[in-house]
């Protein structure tokens, strides 16, 4: 270890307290320090090369290093580092950008309300949906529905609105109104089900939960099209046809959060067009400027934006909602996605090579299942394949992860489930190069936990 890594570790230590860390765990082992990227590629402080398969965090689509969104940043600090969009004012940038990504959208969502995260997007929703109905002489419409390991960001309403139990554990969490249905995890929910049984049966859950509400409680569903954190959960194709179906027979609005899912990260735009859904409101962020400066956002229904119109002043906002500086890193971005073809590349090109080559890593000893869409995509670590039996107590996932980080791989883990989210620029051969360290991690971790 060199001294300036022990330097910043240090400082971890004394001065930092880092998200979703167990402080004490952290301290005992000491933070990696990540101190430069190109491309797919990271290097920490001692020099290793790392490939990011998980684009940092599922949002570095266009790679790093792009000198344009560098100089898109520069030029707008230059000409007006900082307005805000409150008391009837505007600035170019998030004009341009709002226009853009209404272009971008499906059919009919032509408005887009600036956030400074995917949590704040959520956050509004929450308060956007209630005040939709209550302008409609409908207060009473309240309850939003989410789902058992979904997850909608770490502030009380995107926590709330998630459905991690070890956040709701901390901090009095849900907030009071928001309801829960089960996931589509068939792989470690199914049981004897088929995927096609299992997805049309916690589907229908969403139309047991109106009904046991009244349809005059609910004012909306949120989901992920593909949840993310929770694991990479790829939904049974009977699932979005069947929550379709009984979204069209009650009046609720529907929230997608394309956080994730959106700007190409299933080959196309947004993930509720990957599966033809028809959001009423889709949060956003993460991808809209690969994460090179924080930026969120809700796009909104024109349905809703008519609804909205009529009542009055909505009283939410955040200072840096549609900052110009993000705004103008946005926009670079979303060039860059398009005019090199870059999504368009995803969907024709690698997200089906990606895919082919992840299915191989099924015929491994310790993988139960390989499962994925476009550019992300998930395993299970599993001791016996046909019983879907677990390593209990061993924290496989966990294990394999820092077999990743010491050859060289990120792979995130969640629970058992191994997961990739790369950049969407990653190249066939270093889809290659990241399946060849996979298996080598996967026998490293298998030859750890082999007999235990
Ligand atoms: C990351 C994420 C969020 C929260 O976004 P932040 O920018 O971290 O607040 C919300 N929804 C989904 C689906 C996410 O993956």
């Not at 690969?290 to 909104?300: A, F, K, L, R, T």
């Not at 890193?329 to 990606?354: C, F, H, M, S, W």
Request: with cysteine; net charge negative; proline share 5%.
């Amino acid at each position: 270890m060199s001294k300036q890594t022990e330097h910043w570790q240090a400082l971890s230590r004394d001065h930092h307290l880092a998200p979703f860390t167990d402080f004490q765990a952290l301290n005992r082992k000491g933070a990696r320090i990540v101190t430069r990227a190109e491309g797919v590629y990271l290097w920490d402080s001692e020099g290793h090369k790392i490939l990011d398969g998980m684009a940092g965090l599922w949002c570095v689509n266009v790679g790093y290093g792009r000198e344009e969104l560098v100089e898109a940043a520069a030029r707008q600090m230059r000409e007006l580092p900082y307005y805000n969009l409150f008391f009837q004012t505007a600035h170019p940038p998030a004009l341009e950008l709002a226009q853009e990504i209404a272009a971008l959208a499906p059919a009919g969502m032509n408005h887009v309300f600036f956030t400074g995260s995917g949590s704040e997007a959520n956050d509004t929703v929450v308060r956007m949906v209630r005040h939709y109905w209550a302008v409609q002489g409908q207060p009473e419409k309240q309850v939003i529905i989410g789902r058992w390991n979904g997850y909608h960001g770490s502030t009380m309403a995107g926590a709330s609105l998630g459905g991690m139990k070890g956040m709701h554990a901390q901090g009095g969490l849900p907030i009071p109104g928001i309801e829960h249905i089960d996931q589509p995890y068939w792989y470690g929910e199914g049981g004897a089900l088929s995927p096609e049984e299992f997805g049309v049966r916690v589907a229908d859950q969403l139309e047991e939960k109106i009904r046991q509400l009244g349809a005059d409680k609910v004012a909306a569903f949120i989901a992920e099209p593909i949840q993310g954190a929770g694991g990479v959960i790829v939904p049974p194709d009977s699932y979005w046809p069947r929550i379709r179906e009984i979204l069209a027979r009650h009046d609720i609005l529907f929230i997608a959060d394309e956080v994730i899912c959106g700007f190409g990260r299933t080959g196309e735009w947004f993930g509720s067009q990957y599966y033809d859904l028809r959001p009423d409101l889709m949060p956003i962020a993460k991808g809209l400027t690969s994460g090179y400066i924080p930026m969120g956002g809700v796009v909104v229904r024109d349905k809703v934006v008519e609804v909205l119109n009529r009542g009055g002043e909505f009283a939410h906002g955040f200072t840096y909602s549609g900052h110009p500086v993000a705004a103008a890193v946005a926009l670079a971005n979303l060039r860059i996605l398009r005019d090199e073809g870059i999504v368009a590349r995803v969907k024709a090109q690698t997200a089906p090579y990606l895919q082919r080559r992840w299915r191989e890593l099924a015929a491994h000893p310790l993988v139960g299942e390989a499962r994925g869409v476009g550019m992300v995509a998930a395993i299970e670590l599993v001791k016996n394949k046909e019983t879907r039996e677990r390593y209990r107590g061993l924290e496989i996932g966990m294990r394999c992860r820092e077999h990743c980080f010491q050859n060289g791989l990120v792979m995130r883990a969640v629970g058992d489930t191994m997961i990739i989210a790369p950049p969407l620029v990653i190249s066939p051969a270093q889809i290659d190069e990241l399946l060849e360290k996979a298996f080598t991690c996967l026998d490293l971790t298998l030859k750890e936990v082999q007999g235990r």
